[in-house]
Structures are given as C-alpha cells and as structure tokens.
Nanobody, 120 residues
Framework: QVQLQESGGGLAQPGGSLRLSCAAS????????MGWYRQAPGRQRELLAT???????NYADIVKGRFTISRDNAKNTVYLQMNSLKPEDTAVYYC??????????????WGQGTQVTVSS
C-alpha cells in the first residue's frame, strides 16, 4: 500500500552532522504532515520534529537549534538535517507520514527505522 523508505543513518562523531531522508511511495493521494521520531534503548519513542504540507514546522525543545526538518512535496520526501550531534542522540530514528489514500482513507505510516550512532 504505502511504504516509507529511510536512508542516511550511520556513525557520526560528537559535533558532527548527518542528514536523514525518508521517501514515501505507493497509493498516495496526499500527505498532510510528516515527522521524525527516535527511540533509544530502554526509552520511549519521542517526537523530534513535524512539518505540514504547507511547510510549517514544530520542534521538540531538545533538538531546537540543532535539527532542521524539511520536505519535498513533489518527491513525497521528508528530511532531517542533524547538526552538532551528541552521544545522547544515539537512537533508532523513524519517519512518519499522515497519508490520505485515493479512496479517502487517512492512515499513519512509519518507516522501518535507521540507526544513528554518535560516538568518538
């Protein structure tokens, strides 16, 4: 039906940068909002940032000033630019999309997750 494919995770040094991408494909009429979440071992999933189809953004306090969310509506893709990375940013990062189907249904889809490790 709808798939979210993430890329860009990996290993970074403290103070370094990574850019995550998430492309949605399948039976999509429109995507109302997209977002990024992360989950570290032993911790709950936490919301990092969201962006509407009009480009309005919202950030969790913990990443304000360091992370930037953006999207390309023509490509159904959302990005997360992560700068000034810290070891505590180590987690599995997930993208999310609020998708409207061609038959009028609205569903929340998740990517498979991509590992981000920040270590010296």
């Amino acid at each position: 039906q709808v798939q979210l494919q993430e890329s860009g995770g990996g290993l970074a040094q403290p103070g370094g940068s990574l850019r995550l991408s998430c492309a949605a494909s399948g039976s999509i009429f429109s995507i109302d909002a997209m977002g990024w979440y992360r989950q570290a071992p032993g911790r709950q999933r936490e919301l990092l940032a969201t962006i509407t189809s009009a480009g309005r953004t919202n950030y969790a306090d913990i990443v304000k000033g360091r992370f930037t969310i953006s999207r390309d509506n023509a490509k159904n893709t959302v990005y997360l630019q992560m700068n000034s990375l810290k070891p505590e940013d180590t987690a599995v990062y997930y993208c999310n999309a609020d998708v409207r189907s061609r038959i009028g249904q609205r569903y929340d889809y998740w990517g498979q997750g991509t590992q981000v490790t920040v270590s010296s």
